[in-house]
T-cell receptor, first 115, second 112 residues
Framework: DTEVTQTPKHLVMGMTNKKSLKCEQH?????MYWYKQKAKKPPELMFV???????INESVPSRFSPECPNSSLLNLHLHALQPEDSALYLC??????????????FGPGTRLTVL | GEDVEQSLFLSVREGDSSVINCTYT??????LYWYKQEPGAGLQLLTY?????DMKQDQRLTVLLNKKDKHLSLRIADTQTGDSAIYFC????????????FGTGTQLKVEL
């Protein structure tokens, strides 16, 4: 199984809603990532988890709250978002091995629209 | 900070070669990558090159690396309509943490 799955595929939410994005992998990877991608732009790193601990937070606003409940799952909790947060949210995973080329495997993304 | 730069758009005819260029920012990057993104999908790793190599060939793909100029290119031989996608180069930051910085992306359109 070399797949990263993400749910939901699409999400529409109001600015006062609370929602969560979910990501799952069963490749035994110990590094997991959240990226944000706006239309026609490259992915921008938001968070990195290494061995279930947050290792990188790229100064992301607190209305985005990541959680790694176990080595296979990664969540992104959303609260009080703004319309400019509308984007494709991509999850990725990789081996936690700095000695190799360390391929990141990406999920298909969740297309988020904030009204 | 500086962007990892790519040209925005490339159009080629089916069967021709495509060359996508990238200028990266960090001369101490250890690995450089090419990812492909099809519409509505995540990114797929096509190939990578270690910083001590000048060239890498993998079937229809050839990667050239010029460290002095911080220039990376991807050549796709015999380009097919299924190659139409957005291509991103990416550099791995040497400071650890598996941090990738992606290029601005090149949209490749393959015409019949």
């Amino acid at each position: 199984d070399t797949e990263v799955t993400q749910t939901p595929k699409h999400l529409v939410m109001g600015m006062t809603n609370k929602k969560s994005l979910k990501c799952e992998q069963h490749m035994g990877h110990r590094a997991m990532y959240w990226y944000k991608q706006k239309a026609k732009k490259p992915p921008e790193l938001m968070f990195v988890y290494s061995y279930e601990k947050l290792s990188i937070n790229e100064s992301v606003p607190s209305r985005f709250s990541p959680e790694c409940p176990n080595s296979s799952l990664l969540n992104l909790h959303l609260h009080a978002l703004q319309p400019e947060d509308s984007a494709l949210y991509l999850c990725a995973s990789s081996q936690e091995d700095t000695s190799s080329y360390n391929e990141q495997f990406f999920g298909p993304g969740t297309r988020l629209t904030v009204l | 900070g500086e962007d990892v730069e790519q040209s925005l758009f490339l159009s080629v005819r089916e069967g021709d070669s495509s060359v996508i260029n990238c200028t990266y920012t960090d001369s101490s990057s250890t690995y450089l990558y090419w990812y492909k993104q099809e519409p509505g999908a995540g990114l797929q790793l096509l190939t990578y090159i270690f910083s001590n190599m000048d060239m890498k060939q993998d079937q229809r793909l050839t990667v050239l690396l010029n460290k002095k100029d911080k220039h990376l290119s991807l050549r796709i031989a015999d380009t097919q309509t299924g190659d139409s996608a957005i291509y991103f180069c990416a550099e791995l930051s040497p400071g650890g943490g598996n941090k990738l910085t992606f290029g601005t992306g090149t949209q490749l359109k393959v015409e019949l």
